[in-house]
């Protein structure tokens, strides 16, 4: 049985009212979009992912989505209905058996949700999760309560939606109204659609405040992992001084293999220790010349790039360089706004700062520079 699941990620998100449709935005350091697919793979069952954007965005959406099972992306239309029939009929030279569909702004699909939805596909030609509504309902016109709307039976529909993939296209392909979720459709054709239970957990964002929400509950499912590192290299003449990746002014530079920027190394290592990956030297050996004065910013930005693969996000970063000379605080600003540009997180969560030796041992005597960090991250469990 072949599943693909249709990954909607065409809508314009105004509701929400942030600089991006929801679908794009970040959402503890990586897309709501590329959540939301790896929530649809992660108990397995789906074969593949077919993202359905607006045209201009179809580079982002497969860029975003790059490393997982996911097909080039479709154009979608001016509606949702729109958008998934394009998806549909893009797939029906080799259709699938199963079709899932779902919205790009859900990033949480609660653990069993998938699996459940194939079991119900056994017999039934379309399975949705939903909740049962728990609030009281009222029509509203004007501002004005019309009257109380009973709530037994009604239950809020959530995604992914699972379908029969002959019987979804025939629907679309036979609507005449607009449908505002993939099972009206079929219910429309006089068709069946079972219900299985869906979760609160299972957000979409649409409001401002959603996005926390969604946080909130990705953050209680992940771990925090701590790292530290050190590094030092010698003060020798004749080559530049980088320090957490800003040249500083000095007559003598650090000696080293790369640009040996000991801020950076030490950070480096302090993020693949919390990752459990090593150190800097086993992904960058010192053996190999690709790396001869290289810019360490190379190796900041592939250790930025585990934590992503990780699925997980830094909480923050502490760097403290330890020499006599130069003086470190002027250039303070300008080294956190790099190293956190080169993590892709806001500056808050970067601290460098400096110390002294009070004139003992190598740095005291302008021998060397030595660095130390400490990182925080949370990594999904």
Not at 169 to 186: I, M, Q
Request: charged share 25%; hydrophobic share 45%.
């Amino acid at each position: 049985m072949r599943v693909v699941a249709l990954l909607m990620a065409a809508g314009r998100g105004e509701r929400l009212g942030g600089p991006a449709p929801k679908q794009f935005l970040p959402l503890l350091g990586r897309p709501v979009l590329r959540r939301a697919a790896e929530a649809l793979l992660r108990d397995g069952g789906v074969d593949a992912i077919l993202p359905i954007c607006a045209a201009e965005r179809r580079a982002d959406v497969d860029s975003i989505l790059s490393g997982l099972p996911a097909l080039p992306a479709v154009v979608g239309g001016e509606t949702r209905q729109d958008s998934v029939r394009a998806g549909l009929e893009h797939l029906a030279d080799d259709p699938p058996d199963i079709v899932l569909v779902h919205d790009g702004a859900r990033p949480v699909v609660p653990p069993g949700t998938v699996q459940a939805l194939l079991e119900g596909l056994r017999e039934a030609k379309g399975v949705i999760p939903a909740q049962p509504v728990a609030d009281t309902l009222k029509a509203v016109e004007g501002g004005l309560i019309q009257r109380t709307v009973p709530r037994a039976g009604l239950v809020r529909a959530q995604t992914p939606q699972g379908f029969r993939f002959g019987e979804l296209l025939a629907a679309h392909r036979a609507a005449t109204e607009e449908a505002t979720d993939d099972a009206a459709l079929l219910e429309a054709a006089g068709q069946e659609v079972r219900v299985v239970p869906g979760s609160e957990s299972n957000v979409k964002i649409t409001w401002p405040g959603d996005l926390e929400r969604a946080e909130g509950l990705l953050a209680a499912r992940m771990v925090p992992r701590v790292g530290t590192g050190f590094d030092v290299h010698r003060l020798v003449p004749g080559r530049p001084l980088f320090l957490c990746g800003v040249e500083v002014p000095h007559e003598l530079g650090l000696d080293g293999h790369s640009d040996a920027d000991v801020g950076l190394h030490a950070l480096c290592d302090a993020i693949y220790g919390a990752l459990a990956e090593g150190d800097i030297g086993r992904h960058f050996p010192p053996s190999e010349a690709a790396w001869k004065d290289a810019d360490s910013a190379a190796f900041l930005r592939h250790a930025a790039g585990r934590i992503a693969a990780r699925g997980g996000v830094l909480a923050n970063a502490d760097v403290t360089l330890i020499c006599e000379r130069p003086k470190i605080t002027p250039h303070a600003p300008a080294m956190i706004a790099r190293v956190a540009s080169l993590l892709g997180v806001p500056e808050g969560r970067v601290s460098i700062k400096a110390t002294t030796t009070e004139r003992l041992g190598f740095p005291g005597r302008g021998e060397g520079i030595a660095a130390q960090a400490a990182v925080s991250l949370l990594v999904p469990l």
